[in-house]
């Protein structure tokens, strides 16, 4: 039995998969590059231990959600400014890249035959915004759900929906469709959740404040298109044939050819870019990127044993949370569609584990549902 309760602990597979980045390392080309990502990989797994087990304790729950709420409209505002102008603001200090339609490597799309810029915030790409928003969002649905209720309900309830409205047309200003999609299905998963649970449709203050962020969403986004249609469009309309989708499918095939190559322990961790420019050698500066699929790079770089271990930490973190949990509340319904939505991201993007800002959100995210089980009910 003990040694079972050790196989479920998700400790077990992080430092498990630890070890195997670490022995992956025999494999590199470039073993100080390896090194250094095998160092990058510590920190994160050292944050997530940290936030789980202090969450409650160091610092309130609620107030770490506040403080995730107040850095989302801050980075909203300044990525509605940047969508305005379509350039940057000035805030250089801050980390803003420059920014502007005819800047080299610079996010933009094409609508009507004009160009425009993907609000950045201060972030080093639209989609890391998105997925900032996205739990800034996330954040806010606990914080207007189960905060007390105010003397003025009219006041108490119109300041935070202007708060919400201005997050969510800075996330549309992303456009980013993957990270936009999955709100898209939260948002219906939690209707259904509280249509479905008895104990959440009688409760007249869920009911009613679940009903008024609906509205206001479905409000939002019909001005947004309305407002923003040529572009709204341009984005919706997704082809097999353009660089978003052909680089995917590319790096996807180059990543499992490379797994498949080196089953066991991969070719190194941090190294798919190194062996990719080994390999192809006259390729643009800007086609040298790893595969935009977190389970794909990490197969590649340390081999179906470390996936296979990585999958056990997040099948085991998500066991002890609905273990735990019960799905006793609606927010628990929510941080789990929270961290799930962020594992489903990883199948399209890499920014989640190969970026700072990303892999603090990631690992953010999982820690914040690993935390349950070390605290009581909020």
Do not use: C
Not at 45 to 72: C, E, H, M, P, Q
Not at 195 to 202: D, L, N, P
Not at 233 to 252: D, F, G, P
């Amino acid at each position: 039995f003990n040694f079972k309760l050790k196989i479920l602990n998700p400790a077990f597979f992080l430092f498990l998969f630890l070890a195997v980045s670490a022995v992956s390392i025999f494999n590199s080309r470039i073993i100080g590059l390896s090194l250094y990502q095998l160092v990058k990989l510590a920190e994160f797994v050292g944050f997530y231990f940290y936030l789980k087990s202090n969450l409650g304790k160091i610092f309130n729950f609620r107030d770490t959600l506040a403080v995730i709420i107040a850095s989302g409209l801050f980075q909203s505002v300044i990525a509605i400014i940047q969508y305005i102008k379509q350039g940057s603001v000035g805030l250089r200090l801050l980390g803003e890249s420059p920014l502007s339609v005819n800047t080299s490597g610079v996010a933009v799309f094409i609508a009507d035959g004009v160009k425009y810029l993907r609000a950045y915030g201060t972030t080093p790409h639209p989609n890391v915004l998105a997925a900032w928003l996205f739990a800034a969002i996330f954040a806010f649905y606990f914080w207007y759900i189960y905060r007390s209720e105010n003397k003025s309900r009219t006041l108490g309830d119109v300041l935070p929906l202007g708060g919400y409205i201005i997050l969510l047309f800075a996330f549309f200003f992303t456009y980013s469709r993957v990270i936009i999609g999955f709100w898209v299905l939260g948002v219906l998963a939690r209707l259904l959740i509280v249509v479905a649970r008895k104990e959440f449709r009688e409760n007249v203050a869920i009911r009613r404040k679940v009903g008024q962020l609906s509205a206001v969403s479905l409000i939002v986004v019909l001005a947004f298109s309305a407002l923003f249609w040529p572009q709204v469009k341009s984005r919706i309309h997704i082809s097999a044939q353009e660089e978003a989708v052909t680089q995917r499918v590319y790096y996807n095939k180059l990543a499992g050819s490379v797994a498949a190559d080196h089953p066991l322990s991969g070719i190194g961790i941090g190294q798919f870019v190194p062996n990719m420019m080994s390999k192809f050698k006259h390729l643009p500066a800007n086609a040298y990127q790893p595969v935009h699929n977190i389970y794909l790079l990490i197969a590649s770089e340390t081999g179906f044993l470390g996936l296979a271990v990585f999958l056990g930490f997040v099948l085991a973190v998500f066991y002890r949370f609905a273990n735990h949990t019960r799905f006793a509340k609606l927010y628990h319904f929510s941080f789990f569609i929270l961290a799930g939505s962020f594992l489903v991201i990883g199948l399209f993007d890499h920014f989640l584990w190969t970026s700072q800002q990303g892999s603090l959100i990631f690992w953010m995210a999982l820690a914040l549902i690993g935390s349950f089980q070390d605290r009581p009910a909020v």
